[in-house]
């Protein structure tokens, strides 16, 4: 059965993979993000792998061993002896994250809750009847966007150095994304 399969890649050879993958028909997934570097002479925006050392690819049992086969790919991802099989939602929500970037986005860090931003679409407000002051949801809170292009993505809320982040954890590859928007997008959810 075809399931989003992980894997492990040398350092550094994760868009290599794609390209050689995708060459053979493989369907794969690389999540990039867009980051401003800095040398002595000039700063650049680059793109480069949202998680180090990580690839997804699309694959049954036969096509992950080929996978394998690629010299870029270390070995598959497992939690305990269980091969790790990423959800679909968890792809669709780091493609949608993928495209809402900005240039000055995301730093990731594996298993904490992480750094970044995403950007959203305008809200047009035609005419304000009355106003009612909604209290802003609380530190730790389950909430979920209700505006812009990530409309539906859930996360949770953290606060650090004095701005609000919405948290969204990537659960099969036990990392998370920290993007920062208007906490007067979100709403909480009761779990």
């Known amino acids: 059965m075809e399931c989003w399969r992980v894997f492990y890649t040398k350092s550094r050879a994760e868009k290599q993979c ?3 993958l995708r060459a053979a028909n493989i369907e ?24 180090r050392g990580y690839f997804f690819a699309y694959v049954d049992e036969r096509g992950r061993l080929d996978v394998l086969e690629d010299r ?41 809750g992480m750094g970044g931003q995403g950007g959203a679409d305008d809200v047009e407000i035609e005419e304000v009847v009355g106003l009612v002051e909604i209290p802003a949801p609380s530190i730790g809170a389950e909430v979920e966007i209700e505006y812009g292009v990530m409309k539906g993505l859930r996360g949770q809320v953290l606060h650090q ?31």
């Open 18 to 20: 794609e390209e050689r």
């Open 72 to 112: 870029g790919i270390v070995g598959s991802v497992r939690i305990g002896s269980e091969l790790v099989a990423m959800p679909q939602r968890e792809v669709d929500t780091l493609l949608l994250l993928q495209k809402t970037q900005t240039p000055e986005i995301i730093q990731c860090k594996s298993g904490r």
């Open 28 to 51: 794969v997934f690389l999540p990039k993000r867009r980051v401003i570097r800095q040398w002595s002479d000039r700063k650049k925006k680059v793109i480069e792998p949202l998680f």
């Open 161 to 191: 150095r004095g701005k609000d982040y919405l948290v969204i954890r990537i659960h099969s590859i036990r990392q998370a994304i920290k993007v920062n928007l208007p906490m007067d997008w979100v709403r909480e959810v009761i779990v």
